[in-house]
């Protein structure tokens, strides 16, 4: 479920970028002016990660997901009454509003489910919908332009992914020990291996944002997302435009989506697979969770000659491969919290963590526009490649177990 959430998230956040082009063209749009409308949505979505990781730790994974598929899905169908720069700028921070749950809400939902030897796994599977989301969207969404001669109906359409998924999530979920199809046999595994009860949770007082942010694991976790988030949404909404700028058409350009949003597929479940076979070996967690992202953090670097190619086969090699080292990089940053925080404060750890990053993306966005308005994606291009071995950097220096036990047990041993 979390898997499928996370493709309609995508596809529904995808579909403005799969249009930019024809909307570009038919509003008349500069790249600042597409930059606005992208800042509009990691404004509200900067904010909102925190607001609703904290909400999810109160009202409960089931019931907060529930509301935030809900509205965004209302305002995806809105979206197709769009007139222009403002009304698109508006309807992208309402989607953001809603949108901003999925990865507090899908972290939460694996620590309450698997113990820290299958976290990994469970997250690569719900992190890569957000490749697959992204890669099969321009095809959806451009079918969909082409067969009603109109971009509104995409957003329509899309829209009502969300309203399936939300019937079969209030059937499917629930937390472990609430469940009514979970046998007994099952519920004991889940119990004994996770790595702090329902019981000890409801016993222990409520962390404020101002004692967990007394934590260097959650200043690495918000500064590690900061600078390796806007990676990802360099591709997600300037990939196209960037091959555009390189003369590819738009066929070739759509074509060329299912490159890094493959290679970061792969990459979800081979840093996940990886950091779980160290552990099966005997690995502490956290120094395997670790090693991941030293290995592929660093070789992201690979990426800069994509700055100075213009072959298009070489450009969808290096975005592939650099999409596969960040991805391997993520699954480790949305497991982390969960291996390293007690689970009554995950919620609210990733929701910090995602306003870091998207505090970082606003920066990056808003500088694409101008630096690609103005000159050209080169030292776009250069910067993707360095920023994220510094990210890794941070995150592996920060984010270790205290050498002391935490009286507050919020930290768990990892």
């Known amino acids: 479920m979390l ?32 930059a606005i409308i992208l800042i509009s949505f990691r404004v509200a979505y900067t904010i909102m990660q925190s ?14 997901m529930s509301i935030s598929v809900a509205f965004y899905s ?21 989607l953001a509003c809603g949108e901003s749950a999925n990865n507090p809400g899908g972290s939460k939902a694996v620590s309450e489910w698997f113990p820290a030897k299958e976290r990994a796994w469970a997250v690569a599977l719900f992190d890569s919908g957000s490749a697959i989301g992204g890669a ?17 109906p995409a957003f329509l359409i899309t829209a009502t992914l969300g309203f399936i998924w939300l019937l079969a999530w209030r059937w499917i979920y629930y937390a472990p020990e609430k469940h009514p199809r979970i046998s007994q046999e099952e519920l004991d595994y889940i119990l004994k291996s996770r790595s702090s009860s329902p019981e000890e949770a409801a016993n222990l007082p409520t962390i404020s944002w101002f004692r967990l942010l007394c934590y260097k694991q959650t200043w690495g976790i918000i500064l590690g997302r900061f600078l390796l988030d806007p990676y990802w949404f360099l591709v997600a909404e300037w990939y196209g435009l960037y091959l555009a700028s390189k003369g590819f058409s738009l066929e070739q350009s759509v074509l060329g989506f299912w490159a890094p949003f493959l290679g970061a597929d792969l990459g979800n479940f081979f840093g996940g ?6 552990i099966a070996r005997g690995w502490p967690v956290g120094r395997a969770r670790r090693t991941v992202l030293l290995i592929f953090g660093p070789s992201m670097l690979l990426l800069i000659p994509a700055a100075f190619n213009s072959n298009y086969w070489v450009l969808l090699g290096l975005f592939a491969y650099a999409s596969f080292a960040y991805a391997a990089c993520s699954t480790m940053f949305l497991t982390l919290p969960t291996d390293v925080f007690h689970t009554r404060a995950v919620g609210s750890v ?8 998207g ?8 500088l694409i526009g101008v630096i690609t308005t103005q000159a050209s994606f080169q030292p776009v ?31 768990l041993d990892f």
């Open 273 to 278: 697979g990886l950091s779980s076979y160290l």
């Open 74 to 94: 209302i305002v995806g169908a809105l979206t197709s009454l769009a007139q222009g720069l403002y009304s698109f700028s508006a309807f992208r921070f309402l």
């Open 381 to 411: 291009i250069i910067a993707a490649s360095i920023i994220p071995c510094i990210a890794t950097l941070i995150f592996v220096s920060l984010v270790r177990a205290a050498k002391k036990p935490d009286p507050r047990k919020v930290l």
């Open 51 to 64: 607001v609703f990781g904290r909400l999810l730790d109160f009202i409960g994974t089931r019931r907060g």
């Open 359 to 366: 505090i970082g993306v606003l920066i990056s966005t808003y």
């Open 3 to 34: 898997f499928a959430v996370t493709i309609i998230n995508y596809i529904d956040r995808q579909t403005l970028s799969a249009l930019a082009p024809i909307l570009k063209k038919e509003y008349q749009w500069t790249n600042e002016d597409f």
């Open 350 to 357: 990733m929701g910090m963590g995602g306003t870091g990053a």
């Open 136 to 152: 099969v969207a321009p095809f959806i969404v451009l079918f969909i332009y082409k067969y009603f001669d109109s971009w509104r």
